[in-house]
């Protein structure tokens, strides 16, 4: 099945530590996305790529990064810098010229005490 | 500043209510707007709007768009449980190139709750 994967699901942290949160897809899409859920804030984008070694930053990249050395997989990090990095993380990704139609993965949520 | 203004934040319905969600815009370089519902997990996406007063619809849901007024609604009919989720709107700007790359940019979300 064609589609987007995150792991894990839950991610507990302890404060100043650094996480990473993986996004696999096999869809064959040169654009990939993290986005950033907050309740009552819609998303909010941190970082995209269109393709393989390059990226962009979004509008809240403060105290994240990413890489992008497959066209696959598009992991994130989220530093100690970050100063609130509780929230639920999605992933997506869109083909080439489709960008309007972006598909989802079902989602990180770090909890970091 | 870019931005993206739903209304309302939320509502309650019963099965069979009529029910229209609000999206307004402020932004520069629009180039469409899209419809997204997100019930526990990962977004799905449900319309694409880039013409004013063109109607799309699938099935209950309709939606249309006022590029003059910066708006969208999204219909809709019938409502049943299962339309229980949160609905998202998101613009996508045009980039200085004339592409834009599928930046998105997003409003709060209308969580809609339909009780039988």
């Known amino acids: 099945d064609g589609g987007i994967t995150q792991s894990p699901k839950y991610l507990f942290r302890k404060e100043g530590q650094n996480v990473t949160l993986s996004c696999e897809q096999n869809?064959?899409?040169?654009?990939m996305y993290w986005y950033r859920q907050d309740p009552g804030q819609g998303l909010r984008l941190i970082y995209y790529?269109?393709?393989?070694?390059?990226?962009q930053k979004g509008d809240i990249a403060e105290g994240y990064s990413v890489s992008r050395e497959k066209k696959e997989s598009f992991p994130l990090t989220v530093t100690s810098a970050q100063k609130n990095p509780t929230a639920f993380y999605l992933c997506?990704?869109?083909?080439?010229?489709?960008?309007?139609?972006?598909?989802f993965g079902p989602g990180t949520r770090l909890t970091v005490t | 500043e870019d931005k993206v203004v739903q209304s309302p934040l939320s509502l309650v319905v019963h099965e069979g209510d009529t029910v229209t969600l609000n999206c307004s815009y402020e932004?520069?370089?629009?180039?469409?707007l899209l419809w997204y519902k997100q019930e526990k997990k990962a977004p799905t996406f449900l319309f694409m709007l880039?013409?004013?007063?063109i109607e799309k619809k699938s099935g209950r849901l309709s939606s249309i768009l006022d590029k003059k007024e910066l708006f969208s609604i999204l219909n809709i009919t019938a409502t049943q449980t299962g339309d229980s989720a949160v609905y998202l709107c998101?613009?996508?700007?045009?980039?200085?190139?004339?592409?834009?790359?599928?930046?998105?940019?997003f409003g709060q979300g209308t969580i809609l709750t339909v009780h039988p």
């Open positions: 869809l064959n899409h040169d654009a």
């Open positions: 880039t013409s004013s007063g």
């Open positions: 998101a613009v996508v700007l045009r980039t200085s190139g004339g592409t834009s790359y599928g930046k998105l940019t």
């Open positions: 997506a990704s869109s083909a080439k010229g489709g960008w309007y139609e972006q598909y």
């Open positions: 932004v520069t370089n629009f180039r469409s």
């Open positions: 790529s269109q393709i393989v070694n390059d990226f």
